[in-house]
């Protein structure tokens, strides 16, 4: 049975979204404050984490950095704070999707079953044993590693799919749209935005420089490029 985590401070909002879960046959943990819902995602498993941001004691933004410097579970937002920036710092954070409120439960539903599935695929689909040694950089594809200069690279994972279709296109400009469909699925209900974000964490921690990066190249109006 898959096992969800649901950190929500609203008890009701809460307790509506594990009633629909436990229909879906989801067995669901509820934590009602940032302090309880990092303990029990840093050490318990889960197969997806539910994430308030507006919590007491943490917030989820915090929750969300921390869970990602450890572990690479799907994680869905789902918060009052609906704009822009905060939808732009959740996904920069590693979130893998984000839902506003007031929302549809069933679309929740969805979207949970739909992130599993992807994660699923991802984990335990056949992937080539081999290795990509780009310069200083080296991709493992089988354990989803990362090496600079012989240092591993902590990735999350919507990063390292970014970086693998790059240098698997290498030399080929991708757009923004292109990323999106294979990273995030056609059936992945976000903003194309977050490409972006992504992008720029990226650079963050593999180009020696971000500003002017040595792998991923822009190509003002197009996308991107691995060189």
């Given at each position: 049975?898959?096992?969800?985590?649901?950190?929500?401070?609203?008890?009701?909002?809460?307790?509506?979204?594990?009633?629909?879960l436990e229909i879906e046959n989801f067995l669901v943990v509820?934590?009602?404050?940032?302090?309880?819902?990092?303990?029990?995602?840093?050490?318990?498993?889960?197969?997806?984490?539910?994430?308030?941001?507006?919590l007491p004691k943490i917030s989820g933004f915090e929750i969300?950095?921390?869970?990602?410097?450890?572990?690479?579970?799907?994680?869905?937002?789902?918060?009052?704070?609906?704009?822009d920036i905060d939808k732009v710092r959740g996904l920069g954070?590693?979130?893998?999707?984000?839902?506003?409120?007031?929302?549809?439960?069933?679309?929740?539903?969805?979207?949970?079953?739909?992130?599993?599935?992807?994660?699923?695929?991802?984990?335990?689909?056949?992937?080539?044993?081999?290795?990509?040694?780009?310069?200083?950089?080296?991709?493992?594809?089988?354990?989803?590693?990362?090496?600079?200069?012989?240092?591993?690279?902590?990735?999350?994972?919507?990063?390292?799919?970014?970086?693998?279709?790059?240098?698997?296109?290498?030399?080929?400009?991708?757009?923004?749209?292109?990323?999106?469909?294979?990273?995030?699925?056609?059936?992945?209900?976000?903003?194309?935005?977050?490409?972006?974000?992504?992008?720029?964490?990226?650079?963050?921690?593999?180009?020696?420089?971000?500003?002017?990066?040595?792998?991923?190249?822009?190509?003002?109006?197009?996308?991107?490029?691995?060189?």
């Amino acid at each position: 049975m898959r096992k969800i985590l649901i950190i929500e401070d609203e008890r009701a909002i809460a307790e509506l979204e594990r009633d629909y879960l436990e229909i879906e046959n989801f067995l669901v943990v509820i934590a009602n404050d940032g302090e309880k819902g990092l303990e029990l995602s840093l050490n318990e498993d889960f197969d997806l984490i539910v994430l308030d941001l507006m919590l007491p004691k943490i917030s989820g933004f915090e929750i969300c950095k921390r869970i990602r410097e450890i572990k690479n579970i799907p994680i869905i937002i789902v918060s009052a704070k609906n704009d822009d920036i905060d939808k732009v710092r959740g996904l920069g954070l590693g979130a893998d999707d984000y839902i506003s409120k007031p929302f549809s439960p069933l679309e929740l539903v969805a979207r949970i079953k739909g992130n599993i599935n992807r994660y699923e695929i991802l984990i335990n689909g056949k992937s080539p044993k081999n290795e990509i040694n780009i310069g200083e950089l080296s991709l493992n594809i089988d354990s989803r590693r990362v090496y600079m200069n012989e240092k591993e690279i902590i990735l999350t994972r919507k990063e390292f799919d970014i970086l693998l279709l790059l240098v698997q296109n290498r030399e080929i400009v991708l757009s923004k749209e292109t990323i999106f469909d294979k990273v995030w699925g056609y059936d992945f209900f976000g903003d194309i935005s977050t490409v972006a974000v992504h992008i720029r964490k990226l650079r963050e921690k593999i180009e020696l420089n971000p500003k002017k990066p040595k792998y991923i190249e822009t190509v003002w109006g197009t996308g991107y490029r691995f060189i």
